[in-house]
């Protein structure tokens, strides 16, 4: 680890901190969008959806190119992107145009992802556990100020689109630091002539790899669900402020994180994909079958802590470890199973929640939940054999 380039890290994590207000915030703001697009709360949905058909459509080729032109510029990009999600959701007239705003908050993400994870794991060398996790720490103190962030505005009277636009303008000040703050000089990895379905015809996939490509699914499938059904729930459980669920899994998330990083020194981060998921496994049935306001928030915690405190982060990490030559363009492949579960789970969820409620939710949650741990079982059992082969 390259001290000099800490502050470069803490500034591109930071990019992570918005990362976890935007992709959170259409969410906690379903009415008054509904209003503004002229549309369904359910459609909606389909919005929120529709950053993951964004990431998807980007993450083929944004990985190549942090790889072959630097991380810097890729950050750039996913920066300019962002500025114009914000911007662009809340002043659509309609779902249509909202549509095409989130898509672009979706390469966004993809950019970020594939520029941010890469540099930060060259600059935190060789713990590339703690470099993906800390990701995820950005992400969830976002989330965990959002609601916050919410009721000060509520408070003082101030228009829904204020956060906003407050976001695009604090990612577009973190842009002009990017142009300036130094990165580790090998910000370009080998082969990068290649482009991304060059890269995958010389990695070698295992069954093993596959499924930890597959465990990104999952695992998003698991969090986003419940992130986009918990305040339905809450207020199908009687809660008069079923906002609160949102502080208690960022709450989760937070000291999930802190502790993993912690932890991940000490016990293999291939532990943690089949440990965490189990227990948020646990954590749904367990709302499902008592729906009470205090159960919501601790399954809300729990959630936080064993769905979202970094499985996605630690899925990725492992997956750089077997593939350290592609680093940029292994973390889009991980983040394209990614985006499916963004795009296609919760554009499931909408028909499901349409016609089943929050619980029907749960339900898919808990299906998907357990083919993640199911997965990541598998992985564990094969994992010392596909790492000595690196």
Not at 50 to 77: Q, Y
Not at 311 to 336: C, E, H, R, W, Y
Request: hydrophobic fraction near 55%; aromatic fraction near 10%; proline fraction near 4%.
């Amino acid at each position: 680890m390259n001290k000099k380039y800490y502050p470069s890290a803490f500034i591109l994590y930071l990019n992570f901190f918005i990362h976890g207000i935007g992709a959170s915030i259409l969410s906690q703001y379903k009415a008054d969008l509904a209003i503004q697009w002229n549309c369904s709360a359910e459609q909606v949905l389909l919005v929120i959806a529709a950053m993951g058909l964004g990431r998807l459509i980007t993450l083929p080729f944004s990985g190549p190119l942090s790889d072959k032109l630097g991380r810097r510029i890729s950050i750039l990009i996913g920066i300019l992107s962002y500025a114009v999600y914000f911007v662009g959701v809340v002043y659509a007239p309609n779902m249509y145009l909202a549509y095409i705003a989130a898509i672009i908050g979706g390469a966004a993400n993809s950019f970020l992802d594939t520029g941010v994870i890469p540099a930060c794991v060259e600059i935190l060398k060789p713990n590339s556990g703690l470099a993906t996790l800390c990701t995820k720490l950005g992400i969830s103190l976002g989330q965990l100020v959002l609601p916050y962030m919410i009721l000060f505005v509520a408070d003082n009277n101030m228009s829904f689109r204020t956060l906003f636009i407050l976001m695009a303008v604090c990612i577009a000040i973190i842009g002009v630091f990017v142009v300036k703050l130094p990165l580790p000089k090998d910000e370009k990895e080998a082969g990068k002539e290649e482009g991304f379905f060059e890269k995958l015809k010389h990695a070698k996939f295992t069954p093993e790899s596959i499924a930890l490509i597959l465990i990104g699914f999952t695992c998003t499938s698991t969090f986003q669900l419940w992130l986009n059904c918990n305040q339905e729930l809450g207020k199908m459980a009687g809660m008069t402020n079923p906002q609160t669920i949102q502080t208690y899994y960022a709450t989760g998330t937070i000291l999930a994180v802190l502790l993993t990083a912690v932890l991940v020194k000490k016990i293999k981060q291939v532990r943690f994909l089949a440990v965490y998921p189990l227990c948020a496994l646990l954590s749904l049935v367990a709302v499902y079958f008592v729906q009470t306001p205090l159960m919501c928030q601790v399954v809300g915690f729990l959630m936080g802590f064993f769905a979202a405190g970094g499985v996605l982060q630690l899925a990725t990490a492992t997956v750089n470890d077997l593939f350290p030559q592609i680093k940029g363009t292994i973390t889009s492949i991980i983040m394209i199973a990614s985006s499916l579960a963004n795009y296609l789970i919760l554009s499931l969820a909408s028909v499901v929640s349409a016609g089943s409620g929050p619980l029907g939710v749960v339900i898919l949650n808990i299906v998907i939940t357990g083919l993640g741990v199911i997965l990541a079982i598998f992985v564990n059992m094969r994992f010392n054999k596909l790492i000595e082969k690196v």
